[in-house]
């Protein structure tokens, strides 16, 4: 029979119910933190408060998981302290995770170096961790939201008690903590694990949404609402440009969207929480060069302009946008261009290359597919165990890590949970 122990609180349980790692989470981080650890000899729980695992993951990518990209450097990701992730992508990088796929029969492919499964279905990853997490051994329990963690002490070291809403208990010598972030509160992401990271020592930098639509309260973009071009962006706050992005750009009722402007998104947030003025400076035409442009200008300016302004502008922007550039000036695409003075034609052109959009808001979290904030890195050793509670890791969206779209923080999720998984099982059986 096994042996029996007393825990600090007087429960009395048994070794064989000592799970030798308890991931907390059953998104794209706590399976590969499951595999990592079970692949590693340890005995693995994964508890996932949804009703199967991977349920955001078969969300992303428009429902096709561009699950990593092959072009990957420091300017795809933001910490909140800065720090440099290339040590952990060392630890599991792009190539590891189209390894981890393929060997298992998980066959990609990529375009432009974004990385898909190659039947284009994101449920094809969720239903293979499933299939891989069982073949491993690794017990899942879905259906269970876990409520609190407590660090206790038997007589062979430290045992975390986890608490459910559904009121079991369950008991592991290691813990990772893998539940998301706040965005994709439609999939069961509700950032309550920052509740459980503050009670066990950590603090967390407010979580905002990030890659989410920006909001304006600019009425006149109604004008051109519904509206998809190629369009070059900046992110401007006073003198400062933050990042420029080009795609395709889409002009909502309510503001702008799109992935250039999901690009820009975390960085907006985080600036518009910090209360500053935001601006995302559009250009419509993001294929001339300025000497090109300054002389598509000259040569408009010299022809006759006994034309409607529609006309005058013709074949430059979609005809919504230039609606939207003349409302600014307070005329309309029917007055003659002969009627318009040269300085304002030019300032219509000008606003061509570098139309100001206010930004007054995001998105929320329902919108957003990340979240840009959370656990600092700081607060973590190399492994991605906890600086105050031992046996502890954090892995996931749950920290303060966030990419641009593309695979990147798929990429991150993956990486970070192979490392606490990993590292949690090789803790464990170190005996440390």
């Known amino acids: 029979m096994a042996k029996r122990k007393s825990m600090a609180g007087g429960e009395i349980i048994r070794e064989a119910q000592i799970y030798d790692v308890a991931v907390i989470g059953g998104g794209a981080a706590g399976c590969m933190a499951a595999c990592a650890a079970s692949f590693s000899g340890a005995r693995t729980l994964i508890l996932e408060a949804n009703d199967r695992l991977g349920r955001k993951i078969c969300a992303t990518g428009n429902g096709r ?5 092959l072009h990957v ?11 440099d992730l290339s040590a952990f992508f060392a630890r599991f990088s792009v190539e590891d995770n189209i390894r981890f796929w393929e060997s298992r029969g998980v066959y990609l492919h990529d375009r432009n170096g974004y990385v898909y499964p190659r039947t284009d279905q994101a449920s094809t990853i969720a239903d293979a961790f499933d299939k891989i997490l069982r073949a491993a051994g690794t017990e899942i329990i879905s259906g269970s939201r876990v409520t609190d963690v407590k660090p206790e002490e038997d007589s062979e070291g430290r045992v975390f008690r986890i608490g459910t809403k559904e009121g079991r208990r369950y008991f592991a010598r290691k813990v990772i903590l ?7 509160p439609q999939y069961g992401c509700d950032g309550g694990l920052y509740g459980i990271a503050r009670s066990l020592g950590h603090t967390v930098k407010k979580p905002l949404p990030a890659l989410v639509p920006l909001l304006s309260d600019d009425t006149d973009l109604k004008a051109a609402a519904g509206v998809r071009c190629d369009a070059g962006i900046r992110l401007v706050c006073g003198e400062s440009t933050f990042r420029a992005e080009r795609g395709e750009l889409q002009i909502t009722g309510k503001g702008i969207s799109g992935i250039p402007v999901f690009q820009i998104s975390s960085e907006a947030s985080r600036a518009l929480d910090e209360g500053r003025r935001v601006f995302a400076e559009i250009d419509f035409l993001p ?8 002389k598509e200008k000259s040569r408009r300016l010299s022809e006759d302009r ?12 979609n005809r919504k946008v230039l609606d939207l550039l003349l409302r600014k000036q307070g005329i309309q695409a029917e007055k003659k261009a002969s009627k ?11 606003d061509m290359r570098s139309f100001k959009v206010r930004v007054t808001g995001t998105g929320g979290f329902e919108q957003a597919q990340v979240t840009t904030g959370g656990i600092p890195l700081s607060q973590t050793d190399k492994d991605l165990m906890s600086a105050f509670c031992r046996g502890l890791y954090m ?23 192979w490392i606490a998984g990993k590292s949690a099982a090789e803790e464990r059986s170190s005996g440390k």
């Not at 893998?178 to 994709?184: N, P, R």
């Not at 294929?287 to 300054?294: G, K, S, V």
């Open 65 to 69: 998981c561009n699950l990593t990209n």
């Open 73 to 83: 450097d420091e300017k795809c990701y933001h910490t909140g302290g800065g720090e």
């Open 178 to 184: 893998a539940g998301g972030g706040a965005a994709g």
């Open 287 to 294: 294929d001339f060069t300025e000497e090109m442009w300054e």
């Open 306 to 317: 006994n034309c409607m302004l529609g006309t005058f502008f013709l074949g430059l922007v």
């Open 340 to 350: 318009v003075d040269e300085d304002t034609l030019v300032s219509i052109m000008r």
């Open 395 to 417: 892995s996931g969206e749950l920290l303060d890590v966030d990419g641009i779209c593309g695979g990147y923080n798929l990429q991150w999720a993956f990486t970070s949970g």
